[in-house]
């Protein structure tokens, strides 16, 4: 055998077992991830209350890390929120789950969601609903949620970018609504857009906010405070009004 030849088979050989170990230390990332998610879902949402068989499946199954910058991905399954750029964040664990529990969704929903930022609340959704309509008013945001869901095949979920206090009239109406930013005052044009037995979690307030769970009647809304909490402002036209 030539010295060409040696040099070829020792480069070819040392390739393949570069691609081998690469691919090895994905997987141990992903069993690594995979075990901290159940600790997560036991420790931080079980633990909390959180009853649902489905919403704590979800939980599970979505791989949080994925919807974060990897120099943060450390902190993908802490009890905290999680910067993602924008000067956004990824809401803390519980708070998601506790949102969508609020939601009572069916396999057959259609589900509005306002303030798309990382997707990650939206691939939970996904996990549950029939399809997620979902809403960013940051661009850079928007598009980086579009290519996380669409490398996980989350093919039910469509992100739109542009203001969520607007709603999204063309699909109208929802079986529910969940907002991810604070309006000082609930959006009147979610109200309409979301179907008489339907359901609407969001926060509200500006220095002092509260979630609220809203129930939509033929009568009119059943509107019920159920957390203190501390989200970023909803921006765009509501601060106009």
């Known amino acids: 055998m030539t010295i060409k030849k040696r040099l070829f088979y020792f480069f070819l050989i040392a390739a393949t077992v570069i691609s ?32 649902d068989a489905r919403v704590i499946q979800a939980m599970q199954t979505v791989p949080r890390h994925r919807f974060i910058p990897k120099n943060h991905w450390a902190e993908a399954y802490a009890d905290h929120p999680v910067p993602i750029g924008e000067g956004q964040t990824i809401s803390q664990p519980y708070i998601v789950a506790f949102m969508t529990e609020q939601l009572h969704v069916d396999k057959k929903d259609r589900v509005l969601e306002i ?7 939206a691939a939970v959704l996904a996990q549950m609903a029939d399809s997620v309509f979902t809403i960013e008013i940051l661009p850079e945001l928007a598009q980086k949620a579009r290519n996380v869901l669409h490398a996980l095949n989350y093919d039910n979920i469509v ?3 542009g203001d969520g206090y607007h ?32 359901i609407m979690v969001l926060p509200v307030g500006e220095y002092v906010q509260e979630l609220v769970v809203v129930h939509k009647t033929a009568r009119g809304m059943d509107m019920q405070n159920v957390l203190p909490v501390r989200f970023v402002p909803m921006t765009g036209a509501i601060r106009k009004q």
Not at 23 to 31: A, F, L, R
Not at 34 to 43: D, F, N
């Open 20 to 51: 081998c170990s690469g691919k090895q230390d994905v997987k141990m990332d992903e069993s690594r991830f995979a075990s901290l998610r159940q600790k997560m879902v036991k420790g931080q949402i079980i633990a909390r209350g959180v009853k």
């Open 115 to 121: 303030g798309t930022g990382s997707g990650y609340q």
């Open 159 to 161: 992100v739109l970018q």
């Open 167 to 198: 709603g999204w009239k063309e699909k109208a109406p929802f079986d529910a609504i969940i907002v991810t930013a604070a309006p000082p005052k609930i959006p009147p044009v979610l109200l309409e857009q979301l179907k008489v037995g339907g």
